[in-house]
């Protein structure tokens, strides 16, 4: 059974269309992005995080995307992460509460 993405899920995945990524470098990126997704660990997310925006910054100096795909992944990288964020948020503030 496969799961629909979400709206977040969607708009980077189709930002991430619009470049011109090798299909290899984008698979990676899409890879790296599921394992962010699936992540139980906070710190763990946080890294494929910043691995995925590091991953666009080489990109990005190597002329492979422009600054504007740059920009444009980078934020859609973000809206993606801020509900997984808030997530991890109130699991650790049910924590305390415990």
Do not use: H
């Not at 990524?21 to 394992?35: G, H, I, W, Y």
């Not at 997984?84 to 699991?91: D, H, I, S």
């Amino acid at each position: 059974m496969t799961t629909m993405p979400t709206m977040e899920k969607k708009a980077l995945l189709d930002a991430l269309l619009t470049t011109n990524m090798s299909p290899l470098t984008t698979f990676r990126f899409v890879e790296l992005l599921n394992e962010m997704e699936a992540c139980q660990s906070e710190q763990s997310a946080w890294k494929l995080r910043y691995e995925l925006q590091g991953m666009c910054s080489v990109l990005c100096s190597e002329e492979v995307i422009s600054d504007d795909e740059l920009t444009m992944l980078n934020d859609a990288i973000s809206l993606f992460w801020k509900p997984q964020a808030r997530a991890f948020t109130l699991a650790r503030l049910s924590a305390l509460e415990a």
